[in-house]
């Protein structure tokens, strides 16, 4: 028991830890980050795991192509 204890203790410290900084960066990253005017698929705002889960099934190239159509070509000026 004293392991399920030691573990479930590691868990939440980790949660109490790693759950605000997720908070504090995806509100940044939708609010205040230079690009957030910019549309585009919620989830690929603010993280690539967006992206890697269609290159990993392949149809990367299908799916930014569907972005181009549905929110238009913008890009940010330099």
Excluded: E
Excluded at 30 to 46: E, N
């Amino acid at each position: 028991m004293a392991f399920l204890d030691v573990a479930f203790l590691v868990a939440a410290r980790a949660a109490s830890v790693l759950l605000p900084m997720f908070i504090l960066y995806a509100g940044y990253t939708l609010f205040f980050h230079p690009l957030h005017r910019y549309p585009g698929p919620f989830v690929a705002k603010f993280t690539d795991a967006y992206g890697g889960y269609f290159a990993v099934r392949k149809c990367l190239h299908l799916t930014t192509h569907q972005n181009f159509q549905k929110y238009g070509k913008y890009l940010p000026s330099p």
